[in-house]
T-cell receptor
């Protein structure tokens, strides 16, 4: 079975620019997550979708971050404008239905903001 | 608040020795505890998990123990091999917030 796909793998931008990340979850997985992983730390949940509805976005800095999951499949995460502290790896994960189902992670997108 | 503490932050062992990583959590309602292994340039990969209805689970060289009273759980790797070198993360499902909260990670180095 194909895993979680993410693109791009790497992105370097200047501060105040915008950037978008794309995620394609495992086929049939209803729940999709975006995590931020700062160097030396564990992943931190930014937003959780179930099908195309937002379940939890309490940790998403909504003044600059936005995410959508059209048609309950693919998802995009956008940052506009980026700040230096947004430099991190952005991980997408998916699970069959519930948070307590196994979460499968993609390879991540490493973002560097200069 | 929601918190998972993980120790040690780095661990070096000789090939063939055992490695133990420990985590504590704050939410007494937590009932699902996965462990992930992350290699350089890759996303975390689930290696083992445990639910609160059991105290121990084993899969070949890997075992996890859970003490719900003390709110801590541990990962045990026996007969370590160089390919076990990676960053290991524990996580706990937080009933409040319906989400996984991760520890800060342990860098495991297995020296051959």
């Amino acid at each position: 079975e194909a895993g979680v796909a993410q693109s791009p793998r790497y992105k370097i931008i200047e501060k105040r620019q915008s950037v978008a990340f794309w995620c394609n979850p495992i086929s049939g997985h209803a729940t999709l997550y975006w995590y931020q992983q700062i160097l030396g730390q564990g992943p931190k949940l930014l937003i959780q979708f179930q099908n195309n509805g937002v379940v939890d976005d309490s940790q998403l800095p909504k003044d600059r971050f936005s995410a959508e999951r059209l048609k309950g499949v693919d998802s995009t995460l956008k940052i506009q404008p980026a700040k230096l502290e947004d430099s991190a790896v952005y991980l997408c994960a998916s699970s069959l239905m519930m948070v307590r189902d196994t979460q499968y992670f993609g390879p991540g997108t490493r973002l560097t903001v200069l | 608040g929601e918190n998972v503490e993980q120790h040690p932050s780095t661990l070096s062992v000789q090939e063939g020795d055992s490695a133990v990583i420990k985590c504590t959590y704050s939410d007494s309602a937590s009932n699902y505890f996965p462990w992930y292994k992350q290699e350089l340039g890759k996303g975390p990969q689930l290696i083992i998990d445990i639910r609160s209805n059991v105290g121990e689970k084993k899969d070949q060289r890997i075992a996890v123990t859970l003490n719900k009273t003390a709110k801590h759980f541990s990962l045990h790797i026996t007969e370590t091999q160089p390919e076990d070198s990676a960053v290991y993360f524990c996580a706990a499902y937080m009933e409040y917030g319906n989400k996984l909260v991760f520890g800060a990670g342990t860098i495991l180095r297995v020296k051959s």
